[in-house]
């Protein structure tokens, strides 16, 4: 398994590909730990920093890990510290996990 966490920003209108630029993603974990991610989709407006940390912050033990894939996440940014909470849930992705923005 690598070292390094993934983090991933996919900017676009089209949902289709977007959505597959993800997949990459998990395939890139699966390929790493040798089981399939788990994954967890949420709109940025019905989560919070703190969430998304509890997702990634933990490195794998057995299986694949965490793919945390965040959809539109301008919510997530509005407010000064809603935006230092992010960096630091940013900063807590462990290896064996990955947090993918994707704004459509």
Not at 8 to 16: I, K, L, V
Not at 56 to 75: E, Q, W
Not at 78 to 88: F, G, N, S, V, Y
Request: net charge negative; charged share 25%; no cysteine.
């Amino acid at each position: 398994m690598s070292d390094v966490p993934i983090l991933a920003y996919y900017r676009g209108d089209d949902g289709w590909s977007l959505d597959r630029a993800a997949d990459v993603i998990a395939r890139r974990i699966e390929a790493d730990t040798g089981a399939r991610p788990e994954r967890w989709r949420v709109p940025g407006v019905e989560t919070n920093a703190g969430a998304i940390g509890e997702r990634v912050a933990t490195a794998p033990l057995f299986g694949g890990g965490t793919l945390a894939v965040v959809v539109d996440p301008a919510p997530l940014l509005r407010a000064k510290a809603d935006r230092e909470a992010l960096e630091a849930s940013i900063a807590t992705v462990a290896p064996g996990n990955a947090l993918v923005f994707i704004e459509q």
